[in-house]
């Protein structure tokens, strides 16, 4: 058993008794996508778990999984003892991701803890694209942007949102459904304005059909992506993978 392993464990313990996979993964994308790389603001740095950052409107649903996390530093093992809140964050994510039989990523740590929110509005507009707004900071290819949307592979909105439902008919396995769902005109699951400005435009398209074909360059992509998002703004403290 290696390290990443034994860092993995309490949370593939917590998903068997409470399947909260999608929170963790959303609150791991949540925190660290806020990240403006010009102006070296936000990225994975745990100010997700500031009060007013819970309660903004993309991070509705999530207080359960922070709440996990923080246990983690207590409850976990003695590796997770040893982490920042900002490096559980993440790994509660590579975790759920592996234990839904998604990729296996492997975890890097020496995070440091936000110790204020830092959030920068207008970095994170883009009015000509529901998904690039979300990207606009950050430094992502267009593969890397359609890659990180198959997220949505896992788990439901959240029952406060004014749409009910799911992205694919199984949403606690990641695979590349969500893709097959996206270009399927007679799909039964939902689709928001974002999904659908992926079949808007050709650049983001073209990735869409590439991996609801092959998952395996799905997954590759993914995984790169993800794991680019989960060390944003934290590159150069960063130690070897444990």
Same mark, same amino acid.
């Given at each position: ?51 007013? %950052? @819970?309660?903004?409107? &993309?991070?509705?649903?999530?207080? !359960?999984? +922070?709440?996990?996390?923080? /246990?983690? #530093? ?21 975790? %759920? @991701?592996?234990?839904? &039989?998604?990729?296996?990523?492997? !975890?890097? +740590?020496?995070?440091?803890? /936000?110790? #204020? ?22 430094? @992502?290819?267009?593969? &890397? ?37 996206? @270009? ?59």
């Amino acid at each position: 058993m290696n390290l990443n392993h034994i860092a993995k464990k309490p949370f593939w313990d917590l998903f068997y008794k409470t399947p909260c996979m999608s929170q963790m993964v959303r609150l791991a994308f949540n925190d660290a996508i806020r990240y403006n790389s010009s102006a070296a603001t936000g990225g994975a740095n745990a100010s997700i778990r500031f009060e007013n %950052a @819970l309660k903004r409107v &993309e991070n509705t649903g999530l207080e !359960f999984a +922070m709440q996990q996390v923080v /246990a983690m #530093k207590t409850d976990g093992n003695h590796i997770t003892a040893e982490l920042s809140l900002s490096d559980l964050i993440q790994l509660g994510a590579y975790a %759920a @991701l592996e234990y839904c &039989e998604g990729p296996v990523i492997n !975890f890097k +740590m020496g995070r440091e803890d /936000a110790e #204020k929110e830092e959030v920068d509005d207008a970095a994170l507009m883009d009015p000509t694209n529901a998904v690039r707004s979300q990207f606009t900071a950050s430094e @992502l290819s267009d593969d &890397e942007i359609v890659a990180l949307m198959g997220r949505r592979t896992l788990g439901f909105l959240p029952p406060e949102d004014e749409y009910h439902g799911k992205w694919v008919q199984n949403p606690y396995v990641f695979d590349n459904t969500y893709f097959k769902e996206l @270009l399927n005109e007679k799909s039964r699951y939902i689709k928001l304005d974002d999904d659908r400005s992926l079949l808007d435009d050709p650049d983001f398209k073209r990735y869409v059909e590439v991996f609801a074909e092959d998952e395996e360059i799905f997954f590759q992509t993914f995984a790169r992506a993800f794991n680019k998002v989960s060390e944003f703004g934290q590159e150069d403290k960063l130690l070897s993978e444990i």
